[in-house]
């Protein structure tokens, strides 16, 4: 069975970039009827912190896409101090007992200065027990093949045939000399263990990926295939970092800003993916069937911000689009709880019929789920701001007089609706020798503060009788 796994190390808020790479192991797992395995990667003590964790976890349960399983990399070390006991049994690796440096060999060196060491290379068996068991610290690296070199290919689901030579591979380290694991030995032993048959994961890694499939063969397992996604680039090219663009490439910025879950995982999805059939707004079961390696770019995908525009206009754009045509009992709950921050609770007299209504009419206009904090107010409470160009609306020669009269013929109807007030409007107007526009733009001013919005006679029976005459009068 397909198994992949999005393994996040919690050094950090929930990037973008790494929701994306879950969002695709998602969607092929869900595609091909596979499962999805959550991996905390945490053995980078020094770096971890708890609110990077809770924040990943915040992240992921706003996308709202379940895994299948859950795993911490830091409950398995016994697994991977074993995985490097085995290679080391098998005379694939060696023990380093130079004096340790900062980093002891997790970053790459220059390949073209430095490959292995000979000295510790070349130690005999015995020696190297000797040295340990008195005490000596040490790395653990593998011992890259050097007498025969060969090429270590594979074939990437996203970028094709990939090749390098071991001779341009350097011994690189499994264990650190405190005995934890390196990324390159945790992650495989892992993977292994976990039988993860497919590795999705950002093209930064493809470079790894040589050194993985070493690890792989000598822990005698079968080497999972590949595919290594494009990066996420800002404006001027340079790769999104949480260090250099800060907030606008966390998750929970955009769930903190309006945007709906369903819009923004859409989002994600189109930066290097398309599903080569000109659509740009997708369901998530769309997204499920549509889904393939076929359809990823190789080049990096840009998304696009600036210090005045902190979010993407297609970010934007698609969550105006999913907001305005998901049926609107889902779009309720999200809305509510909006409403419920902003303060606002249901007008006197008013059910959640009337709320379902009101917000699927306001909806239209809207962007973000944060209009409804805002720009929602006159239908929830009478006191709201007036915008300078409905001031000017109401200021017209004639328009508040007008609506004062026609809020006292309004309290008279027979039935409170939208065909009975336009009826009402239009006579007066006529009665007064005015453009039935003057009073539906004032209308429009008196009832929300507004100059722009909904139908204004569809304004009357959303804010209701009581409310609308007490405006009208009130101007």
């Known amino acids: 069975m397909l198994r992949v796994r999005f393994a996040p190390s919690p050094t950090g808020f929930l990037h973008i970039g790494s929701a ?7 969607l092929y797992a869900r595609r091909n009827g596979g499962v999805m395995i959550l991996r905390i990667d945490d053995t ?6 708890d609110a990077s964790l809770q924040s990943i976890f915040e992240g992921l349960a706003w996308l709202g896409l379940a895994w299948d399983e859950q795993y911490r990399q830091s409950d398995r070390l016994d697994l991977h101090r074993q995985a490097a006991a085995t290679i080391l049994e098998k005379g ?15 970053r790459p060196r220059d390949a073209a200065q430095w490959l292995f060491n000979a000295d510790m290379a070349n130690l005999t068996p015995a020696e190297s027990q000797r040295r340990a068991d008195a005490g000596e610290k040490f790395v653990v690296r593998y011992r890259v093949p050097r007498d025969v070199t060969r090429d270590i290919e594979f074939l990437d689901g996203v970028y094709g045939h990939q090749s390098k030579s071991t001779a341009d591979i350097e011994d690189f380290a499994l264990l650190r000399s405190d005995g934890t694991p390196t990324y390159h030995l945790a992650s495989c032993a892992d993977d292994a263990a976990l039988g993860i048959t497919q590795v999705i994961r950002g093209q930064d890694h ?28 800002a404006p001027d090219g340079t790769k999104l970092s949480k260090r250099r663009h800060g907030p606008v490439v966390s998750v929970t910025t955009y769930r903190d800003a309006g945007f709906l879950p369903q819009a923004f995982v859409n989002f994600l999805c189109l930066l290097g993916w398309s599903p080569k059939n000109d659509r740009e707004q997708l369901t998530l079961p769309e997204l499920i069937e549509l889904f393939s390696f076929d359809g990823i770019n190789r080049s990096n995908a840009v998304v ?23 049926p609107i009992e889902e779009l309720l709950p999200f809305a509510e709880a909006e409403l419920d921050r902003a303060g ?19 909806r239209a206009r809207y962007q973000t789920l944060k209009d409804f904090g805002t720009r929602a107010r006159p239908y929830f409470r009478d006191d709201f701001p007036m915008d300078d160009e409905a001031l000017s609306r109401l200021d017209k020669p004639g328009a508040r007089e007008g609506l004062r009269t026609l809020a006292e013929r309004l309290a008279k109807l027979p039935e409170f609706t939208e065909a009975a007030v336009e009826a009402e409007l239009r006579g007066l107007a006529a009665e007064r020798g005015e453009k039935a526009g003057l009073l539906i733009n004032a209308a429009r001013s008196a009832l929300t503060g507004q100059a722009v919005g909904p139908g204004a006679f569809h304004l009357f029976t959303a804010i209701g009788r009581e409310r609308s005459i007490e405006r009208l009068r009130e101007v």
Not at 44 to 49: L, Q, S, Y
Not at 208 to 230: C, E, M, Q, R, Y
């Open 92 to 106: 694939l690796a060696y023990r380093d007992f130079t004096p340790a440096t900062h980093d002891e060999g997790e």
């Open 20 to 26: 994306r790479t879950f969002i695709f192991n998602w």
């Open 304 to 326: 696009n911000f600036s210090e005045l525009e902190p979010f993407d206009p297609k970010a934007l754009w698609l969550n105006a689009q999913h907001l305005r045509s998901m």
């Open 206 to 233: 493809l470079s790894n990926t040589f050194k993985h499939i070493l690890i792989f063969d000598a822990l005698g397992g079968d080497v999972p295939s590949f595919a290594h996604l494009p990066l996420l680039v």
């Open 44 to 49: 980078d003590i020094e770096r971890n912190t």
């Open 344 to 362: 606002f609770s249901l007008p006197p007299g008013c059910d959640r019929q009337w709320l379902a209504a009101t917000l699927d009419m306001l």
